[in-house]
């Protein structure tokens, strides 16, 4: 007979005992390293994004290439490069207090925050390239200080524009966190597939992933609505 | 002493020679309305005297001083000199009443209550006081360029500029803003307006100018200037917009 046939569905197995503590730890695990990498991310892509708009040329360069670079290679790629590469890359110093702590939490956190960051980079420039120059213009022509007229008039406008993508990137980068498992970051996906080689019950184990990776998404999206409903309807020029 | 100065400006685009050589005073509490055909540099004129605009050669006095000297904080000389322009340029995020008090309390450290008492009794000045708490995409076009003229007063500037104010305006709502200009014109403010709004013009300039292709081609108080043009150009100007 099939074997397939013959699988006893086993849900309680995976939702409690040792097995639903390691998936809760999981979940833990990626929260953090998503929230880390997206707080981390977000420092970063908006300096790329203010070197790409200066108007000092190798400031710009270096954006350009930062963003296209990371932009354009795959992921699953990059968190290897950081793994296997980091001891090339980065200071001695910096090294041994990653190997001295988590370091494969470490690597994936630089891998994710920096390809996110150059996604980000991209959202935060068209945002604020969007508002029309006639902005500045007005502000300025009222007597506001340059960084004045961003504060004020500028950037308050830009954010709105661009916290609706830059959310999106979150939902991306919560998915893409899944990858980090590879280097053996303990995430949830991590944690699913020990749950597949103790336990055999790997539909199970996969399919409670799924869902919290589902319900976690659904959380994020239902705040971007709510968002666009809230500020997006006064915009119009 | 004039309110405002300029001597032989000279502009460039590049190649293009934008304001060629113009010179010309404006007393305080004067009234100067700037006519011409497009693209004959009427609107960069202006521009330059709050330095919106930059401009190669001549100078600008703004109240006795060189625009360009070192000793001019362009933030202050922009808070003095008022510009109104043709798509008003309110800020959308903000409400009426927040984009009348930004620049107060922002450049000028004006206390919140004190700024926004001056706000709301410069929007009924100007007829909108029961829309301080709406967002300028709620209001016709002419109600925020009234908006829009009641922000630049709020920094209390001694000169105002015009860019062509009513120019993006449906012709119904032309008159309401014509006639909060032409209060602030009785009132003594100091004016330069480029508008082709020539009863406007008639009824309150003290002096229209024309220019044509980056020149003052020619200048006279309102009566003479509609009743006897001395140039060619102006004649055919005015028998195109009258």
């Not at chain 1, 494969?104 to 920096?114: D, K, Q, S």
């Amino acid at each position: 007979m099939d074997r397939a046939l013959n699988y006893q569905f086993d849900w309680q197995l995976v939702l409690s005992g040792e097995y639903a503590d390691w998936l809760v730890s999981g979940v833990i695990t990626t929260l953090e390293i998503s929230a880390l990498s997206l707080l981390l991310a977000m420092l970063l892509g908006t300096i790329v994004a203010v070197m790409r708009m200066t108007k000092f040329k190798p400031l710009e360069w270096v954006g350009l290439a930062f963003t296209e670079f990371f932009r354009n290679t795959p992921l699953l790629v990059q968190i290897y490069f950081w793994y296997y590469g980091s001891n090339q890359v980065l200071p001695e110093a910096v090294n041994k207090w990653l190997y001295a702590h988590d370091f494969e939490f470490a690597a994936g956190v630089i891998a994710l925050t920096v390809y996110t960051a150059a996604f980000i980079a991209e959202e935060i420039r068209s945002g604020i390239y969007s508002i029309p120059k006639n902005q500045l213009e007005a502000s300025r022509a009222g007597g506001l200080s340059f960084i004045q007229a961003y504060r004020y008039v500028i950037l308050p406008q830009a954010f709105r524009i661009i916290i609706p993508p830059l959310i999106s990137q979150s939902l991306n980068l919560i998915k893409n966190s899944s990858l980090v498992m590879v280097i053996g970051v303990m995430d949830i996906f991590y944690m699913a597939r020990q749950i597949e080689s103790y336990s055999f019950h790997g539909f199970e184990a996969f399919t409670v992933a799924t869902l919290i990776y589902l319900s976690i998404s659904l959380v994020v999206s239902l705040c971007i609505n709510l968002y666009n409903k809230h500020f997006l309807r006064q915009i119009s020029y | 002493m004039a309110m405002i100065e300029v001597s032989k400006l000279h502009k460039w685009y590049g190649d293009f020679h934008v304001l060629q050589g113009i010179s010309e005073k404006v007393e305080k509490g004067e009234v100067l309305v700037i006519c011409g055909p497009s693209g004959s540099g009427k609107s960069t004129f202006i521009r330059c005297i709050n330095r919106l605009e930059e401009y190669q050669k001549g100078t600008i006095l703004f109240d006795g001083k060189d625009i360009h000297d070192k000793s001019v904080n362009i933030n202050n000389l922009r808070a003095e000199i008022g510009i109104v322009f043709q798509q008003f340029n309110l800020y959308p995020h903000l409400t009426v009443l927040k984009n009348v008090t930004l620049a107060p309390i922002k450049v000028k450290g004006v206390d919140k209550d004190e700024a926004e008492k001056v706000a709301l009794s410069l929007l009924e000045r100007v007829g909108i006081h029961d829309q301080a708490h709406k967002y300028p995409a709620e209001l016709s076009g002419g109600q925020q360029q009234r908006v829009a003229i009641a922000r630049s007063l709020a920094m209390k500037p001694k000169v105002m500029l015009f860019d062509e104010p009513t120019s993006a305006l449906d012709p119904e709502m032309i008159n309401e803003v014509l006639n909060v200009m032409k209060d602030l014109a009785r009132e003594g403010m100091t004016m330069l307006c480029v508008t082709h709004e020539m009863g406007f013009a008639r009824e309150v300039a003290d002096r229209v100018i024309f220019m044509d292709g980056g020149a003052v081609v020619e200048q006279a108080p309102p009566d003479e200037f509609f009743k006897n043009p001395k140039h060619e150009r102006t004649k055919a100007f005015l028998k195109e917009i009258l």
